[in-house]
């Protein structure tokens, strides 16, 4: 599958003939400038939490694709109710759903999820897909946590994406154990530099990984790779 990285924790997966995004947070990221918004295409757009920085442009992008949104059961009825947009999918921690592209189970994340109105944006959570073209998870903003040893007893990853831009998050020295908690040796590495708190030293974060025989890819911000 192809993954394209837009900054920040926004990610773009192609699996198969369906286009998902994580958390699109592009227009509030001086970074992301040259990304256009309205060249995005996505059937699906989940939400791992309710932070301006993870569903700024969940909107724009949902108008112009008519678009499901996938996201916990405060956040979905924020966008029934405020929005009244009709196409979401209420997920919570522990459920899973079977979509056309594959299967979404929602986990946790230890975090928080305010809306930018002041509204209750319930729990923050990650998720975990098995799709035909492979198993991966999105972590969402997270510490680490020991639930995450729960994921591969379930599901085998292919990759998976890690916030390791520390202060809101973990940072790298947990994410790589996260990395291994998960059992999985392919991270893409999200939710740093975007601004002053979460800057890292990319060569040494790479190094951290590589010391365990840990993969951290971290494509430019519009680049595409294949996973
Ligand atoms: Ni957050
Ligand atoms: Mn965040």
Redesign the pocket.
């Known amino acids: 599958m192809k993954l394209t990285y837009y900054g920040h924790s926004t990610c773009h997966l192609e699996i198969g003939s369906t286009n998902i995004i994580f958390d699109p947070f592009i227009r509030g990221n001086e970074k992301a400038s040259h990304i256009d918004i309205s060249t995005i295409k996505a059937d699906y757009i989940l939400l791992s939490?309710g932070?301006n920085?993870?569903i700024m442009d969940a909107i724009p992008i949902a108008n112009q694709n008519e678009s499901t949104i996938i996201t916990n059961f405060e956040i979905h009825s924020w966008y029934k109710n405020k929005f009244e947009y009709p196409k979401t999918h209420p997920l919570e921690q522990g459920g899973s759903w079977k979509f056309d592209f594959g299967k979404v189970k929602c986990v946790n994340a230890i975090?928080?999820?305010s809306l930018p109105d002041g509204s209750d944006g319930g729990n923050?959570v990650g998720f975990v897909l098995d799709t035909p073209e492979g198993n991966f998870y999105f972590a969402g903003?997270t510490a680490l946590t020991m639930d995450m040893k729960l994921i591969p007893m379930f599901t085998k990853l292919d990759f998976a994406m890690l916030p390791i831009g520390d202060n809101?998050?973990m940072g790298i020295e947990e994410a790589v154990i996260a990395a291994q908690f998960i059992e999985c040796k392919k991270i893409v590495g999200i939710h740093y530099d975007t601004f002053g708190y979460i800057e890292i030293d990319k060569e040494q974060a790479r190094q951290s990984f590589a010391d365990k025989g840990i993969e951290l890819l971290l494509p430019a911000i519009g680049e595409s790779i294949t996973l």
């Open positions: 939490h932070h920085d993870h975090h928080s999820s923050p903003d809101f998050t």
